[in-house]
Structure formats: C-alpha cells, structure tokens
C-alpha cells in the first residue's frame, strides 16, 4: 500500500535568510574598527585597546553566563504551558501588561535581561510579549528610577517621566504583534518535547 503524501515543506532557505546578521553587523563593525585603528594609530595603541576589551570581555562574561542561566532555571521551573496563557499569542492586552509589569519591577542588567527575554520567547511568549519586557525595563524599569533618577532629578521629574512612559511598552508590544511583522520575521514554530508522537 502506497504511503500517503507528506505535506510540503517549506523548502530550503536561501542563502541570506541562512545569515545571522545582527552577529555579521557586529563583526564587519568590530574588525572594521580594528582596522583603522592599526593603519591609522600603529600597533601600539591597537594593542592596548585590544588588552583592554579583552578584560572588558572577561569581566562582563560571567555575567552573561549567569544571567543565561537564571534564563535556564525559569525555563525549567515555569511550565511553558502557564508561559503560553499568561504572555503567549493568545494573552493579548493582560498579557503585554504582565509582560511589562515584569520588565518594569525586574532589578537586574541588561546580561540578565536579554537572555531572560529570549528564554521567555523559546519558551512559549509571543514577540509583542518580549517587547513589552524589554521596552518597560529599559523606559520604566522602577529599580533604575529609584536609585538613580530620583536622586538627580527629584519625584516630580520621576513621577512625570513615568506617566508619559507607562503606556508605551503596551503600544510597541501591540505594534509588534502586526501581520506585517509576522510576515517579516516569522514566529518559529514551538519545539516538540522529547518523546513526542510525530
């Protein structure tokens, strides 16, 4: 008996969709950098600057990796199905709201952060969900305000800055969440657990 048609795949993807490009920018920029320095500054100065980053990177380094760990932990201790009603495609307005609310009360940096947001995207948020969390740490994030702003620029300043600031994680989680973009970068499908049926 004549096995039934599989559906069609997608086909194979070309060559530039295969391309990180963020990591190729980074790369034509840095080694772009480097360059002129050398020709422009002599090997001296290049050296020193390449000493220096490198200690940068060694500082920096165990942050990442601790923050992709807490990454790994919620990962592991948050079910992706309480994930997925709480900030996933389907938890429209509440949850760009939670997803914000998070963003905004989370005390950590920008090595905790990201890795958090894409842990949160591969385990089931939806792109407006991770936009959300990003945009209310970085215009609303209330540790940063606290210690930083308020003593600066006083409450009122703070207080202002806040009300014209709260309701745009909202909006650009809503933006993001557009056809357009999903046409534009296409939300992958969730990895099936291991041991799945087909």
């Known amino acids: ?27 034509i ?17 290049w050296l020193q600057i390449l000493m220096e980053d490198a200690w940068l990177f060694a500082s920096i380094l165990p942050k990442v990796g601790l923050g992709c ?24 307005l509440p ?3 939670i997803a914000g609310l998070i963003g905004m009360l989370f005390p950590a940096g920008p090595f905790t952060i990201f890795p958090l947001a894409v842990v949160l995207l591969a385990s089931g948020a939806d792109r407006g969900a991770a936009i959300a969390f990003i ?3 970085l215009l609303v994030g209330i540790n940063r305000a606290i210690i930083w702003e308020m003593p600066f620029f006083g409450t009122d300043f703070v207080l202002f800055r806040f009300l014209l600031s709260m309701p745009m994680p909202i909006l650009l989680g809503l933006m993001a969440r557009a056809p357009v973009f999903e046409r534009l970068s296409p939300t992958l499908p969730a990895p099936r657990e291991p041991g799945g049926g087909a």
Do not use: C
């Open 135 to 137: 945009s209310a740490w």
């Open 1 to 27: 008996m004549p096995e039934a048609p599989t559906a069609p795949s997608a086909g194979p993807r070309r060559w530039y969709q295969r391309i990180d490009w963020g990591l190729a920018i980074v790369a």
């Open 69 to 92: 760990l807490i990454g790994a932990f919620v990962r592991l201790l948050i079910a992706r199905e309480t994930i997925e009603r709480y900030i996933g495609r389907g938890s429209g």
């Open 29 to 45: 920029l840095s080694f772009g950098s480097a360059g002129y320095v050398f020709v422009k500054e002599g090997p001296t100065l």
């Open 95 to 97: 949850g760009l709201a």
